[in-house]
C-alpha cells in the first residue's frame, strides 16, 4: 500500500458542485499539505496542517477548506467547484523534527466542467 | 520573498549523456529538495541537502549556499530518466520551481 493515498485518482465534477478529496497516510507524519499543480505554474500551497489542531491558509486558499480528521487523514473541499479549479491536486507529508522531506500522494486529476 | 528559477525548462538528450539541470533560490534557507515527477504525475523525492553533495546511484545533488545555487546531475541518462525534475527551496515555507522537463532519447 503507498505511504500517502489520495482519493479519488480522476474526477470530473460540473461547476457549483461540491467535491471532497480525501488524503491518508501510513507515515506516521505530524505535517499534512495540499498543493496545485498548473501546467507553467508549479506547485502551490493551498492549505498546510502541522497537527490536528493547526490549520494554515497557503498562498491560493481562496475557494478551498480542509479538515484534518486525524493525524493519519487532510481533507480538501471545494465548496462550489469553478472551471479555473481545474488542476492537479496533491496530498503531501513530512516530519515534525529534523531534516525531513516530503513525501506525495499520486495526485487527484480534477476537472470541472 | 524567495524566488526559485531553474534552468533549463526543458531538455532533450541522447542516452548515456551527462545531464545536468540548475536551481538558483534568492534568499537564504534551511534546506533544498530535488523531486523528480513521473509522466503518470507522480511525485516522488530524490534528494534533500542543506550543504554539500548528495550521491544517489546515477543521481548526484549538489549546494552552494553562498552562491544560493544547486546543481542536480544524472550521470549515464536513460530514457527511463525522462521526468519533470523539480529544485524546492525552504524558508519559512516551501517554494517550488517550475520544474525542468527531461527527455532522454535512446
Known amino acids: 500500500d503507498a505511504d500517502v493515498t489520495q482519493t479519488p485518482r480522476n474526477r470530473i465534477t460540473k461547476t457549483g458542485k461540491r467535491i471532497m478529496l480525501e488524503c491518508s497516510q501510513t507515515?506516521?507524519?505530524?505535517?499534512m499539505y495540499w498543493y496545485r499543480q498548473d501546467p507553467g505554474l508549479g506547485l502551490r500551497l493551498i492549505y498546510y496542517s502541522f497537527d490536528v489542531k493547526d490549520i494554515n491558509k497557503g498562498e491560493i486558499s481562496d475557494g478551498y477548506s480542509v479538515s484534518r480528521q486525524a493525524q493519519a487523514k487532510f481533507s480538501l473541499s471545494l465548496e462550489s467547484a469553478i472551471p479555473n479549479q481545474t488542476a492537479l491536486y496533491f496530498c503531501?507529508?513530512?516530519?515534525?523534527?529534523?531534516?525531513?522531506?516530503?513525501?506525495f500522494g499520486s495526485g487527484t486529476r480534477l476537472t470541472v466542467v | 520573498k524567495n524566488e526559485v528559477e531553474q534552468s533549463p525548462q526543458n531538455l532533450t538528450a541522447q542516452e548515456g549523456e551527462f545531464i545536468t539541470i540548475n536551481c538558483s533560490y534568492s534568499v537564504g534557507i534551511s534546506a533544498l529538495h530535488w523531486l523528480q515527477q513521473h509522466p503518470g504525475g507522480g511525485i516522488v523525492s530524490l534528494f534533500m541537502?542543506?550543504?554539500g553533495k548528495k550521491k544517489h546511484g546515477r543521481l548526484i545533488a549538489t549546494i552552494n549556499i553562498q552562491e544560493k545555487h544547486s546543481s542536480l546531475h544524472i550521470t549515464a541518462s536513460h530514457p527511463r530518466d525522462s521526468a519533470v525534475y523539480i529544485c524546492a527551496v525552504r524558508d519559512d515555507k516551501i517554494i517550488f520551481g517550475k520544474g525542468t522537463r527531461l527527455h532522454i532519447l535512446p
Open positions: 541537502l542543506s550543504s
Open positions: 507515515k506516521g507524519h505530524d505535517r
Open positions: 503531501a507529508t513530512s516530519a515534525r523534527t529534523g531534516f525531513y522531506g516530503y513525501t
